[in-house]
């Protein structure tokens, strides 16, 4: 069973940075998607961006323009880039990584809390 394990959150000011990782405890079969999630209090968990194998980011309307994600395979690590961050950011961030069909998995991790407020 691999573990994740997300990184980097913290309290920022609005208008701020701050780069999320996302590490697996082991080797990730591929092709893989990795996605982030955040679930703010009282709401649903929400997609944040994915990354397919080949590279393809997705991400949502709200985060477009201020959000990157990237991954690096052979670490086995992906990266969420956030900036200009907005009080409406505050959640818990979670990293998922799924695989369909032969050897399918869907791994998630504990998730990281990131705060955005003056």
């Known amino acids: 069973q691999v573990q994740l394990v997300e990184s980097g959150g913290g309290l920022v000011q609005p208008g701020g940075s701050l780069r999320l990782s996302c590490s697996a405890s082991?080797?990730?079969?591929?092709?893989?998607?990795m996605g982030w999630y955040r679930q703010a209090p009282g709401k649903q968990r929400e997609l944040v961006a994915t990354?397919?194998?080949?590279?393809?980011?997705n991400y949502a309307d709200s985060v477009k323009g201020r959000f990157t994600l990237s991954r690096d395979d052979a670490k086995n690590t992906g990266y969420l880039q956030m900036n200009s961050l907005k009080p409406e950011d505050t959640a818990v961030y979670y990293c998922?990584?799924?695989?369909?069909?032969?050897?399918?998995?869907?791994?998630w991790g504990l998730g990281t809390q990131v705060t955005v407020s003056s």
């Open positions: 990354i397919d194998s080949d590279g393809t980011t």
């Open positions: 998922n990584a799924k695989r369909g069909g032969w050897r399918p998995y869907d791994y």
């Open positions: 082991g080797s990730l079969f591929g092709p893989y998607v």
